[in-house]
T-cell receptor
């Protein structure tokens, strides 16, 4: 399985933009990049995913490097409610319904006033 | 509303007892997953299932067992053979191909 590498922790001030990096140098051509976040004592929730082009949704933006070996999750204006652990994982588009989906340790984002 | 229900939220057991954690989904998803999370750690895959009556071991299956008799249900049994069962257990399901994972809110198991 292709692996991802993320910083253990990051800090941000409230209402500032946050850029969360993820390295995936062994990504294959059919791997999608998915991001999830986990609030304390809850299950992770889906944030965004992409393949090659940059993606935007109501929660965040995903910027994917041209060589696809890295990506960045962008929170445009961090709030205290964005304090969570953010996970970047790779998903093969052609392995059918179920595949062995593994998570790393993610990046713990702290947001301060 | 569709979703995944894990019950109970908190579970306490004595060492040496088997315990079964419930996971039910009404999303009509074929794939279901069980993860374990220890304090300050990421998620580790225990078992996953693609369809009814089929499941595969994940990275840390020893001491655990599962069944998938119905599409909606994927219970996890933590057996007495699991040496460190105290953890936060998360169940997830997924639709076809590239659809996102949907997680339940977890069961926190404490074994003393």
């Amino acid at each position: 399985d292709a692996k991802t590498t993320q910083p253990n922790s990051m800090e941000s001030n409230e209402e500032e933009p946050v850029h969360l990096p993820c390295n995936h140098s062994t990504i294959s051509g059919t791997d999608y990049i998915h991001w999830y976040r986990q609030l304390p004592s809850q299950g992770p929730e889906y944030v965004i995913h992409g393949l090659t082009s940059n993606v935007n949704n109501r929660m965040a933006s995903l910027a994917i490097a041209e060589d696809r070996k890295s990506s960045t999750l962008i929170l445009h204006r961090a709030t205290l409610r964005d304090a969570a652990v953010y996970y970047c994982i790779l998903r093969d588009a052609y392995t059918g319904t179920a595949s062995k989906l593994t998570f790393g340790t993610g990046t713990r984002l702290q947001v301060t006033l | 509303d569709g979703g995944i229900t894990q019950s109970p939220k908190y579970l306490f057991r004595k060492e040496g007892q088997n315990v079964t954690l419930s996971c039910e989904q009404n999303l009509n998803h074929d794939a279901m997953y069980w993860y374990r999370q220890d304090p300050g750690q990421g998620l580790r895959l225990i078992y996953y299932s693609q369809i009814v009556n089929d499941f595969q071991k994940g990275d840390i299956a020893e001491g655990y067992s599962v069944s998938r008799e119905k599409k909606e249900s994927f219970p996890l049994t933590v057996t007495s053979a699991q040496k460190n069962p105290t953890a936060f257990y998360l169940c997830a399901s997924k639709g076809v191909y590239n659809s996102p994972l949907h997680f339940g809110n977890g069961t926190r198991l404490t074994v003393t």
